[in-house]
């Protein structure tokens, strides 16, 4: 059995599933992933520190897929290819920032060899 310093380590590196809410639930501007009905602050102080690394994570990866879309879309190998200025017009970036993803991407794929799977 894993000593609870152990466990805590692989919590912390294996986010919480995020879990889609009914959209019942969403019409409730106090309803956040049921947190509000927990009441014990141990419980919820645990839980709402899952969801936070899961949101971080989900941003992280989801950062990483942009950045290589921008990549794809303005490699020079494409016959359509993007400007920076039509990748920042397009996810709503400013140019400079579009020209930092497209690099981010680039670095991503050549480390990679290919876009990460899901």
Do not use: C
Not at 23 to 31: L, N, R, Y
Not at 45 to 74: G, N, P
Not at 93 to 98: I, K, L, N, S, V
């Amino acid at each position: 059995m894993a000593e609870p310093e152990e466990r805590s380590a692989q919590r912390r590196l294996r986010p919480a599933p995020l879990i889609f809410e009914p959209a019942e639930a969403t019409a409730d501007p106090e309803h956040f992933f049921d947190l509000e009905s927990i009441e014990d602050p141990r419980e919820l102080l645990s839980r709402a520190t899952e969801l936070t690394l899961a949101f971080r994570a989900a941003t992280d990866r989801a950062t990483e897929f942009q950045a290589i879309a921008a990549a794809q879309l303005a490699d020079p190998k494409r016959f359509d290819r993007l400007t920076p200025a039509d990748v920042a017009e397009r996810a709503e970036w400013t140019e400079d920032y579009a020209r930092k993803m497209i690099e981010f991407g680039r670095d991503l794929i050549r480390t990679n060899g290919r876009p990460p799977e899901d």
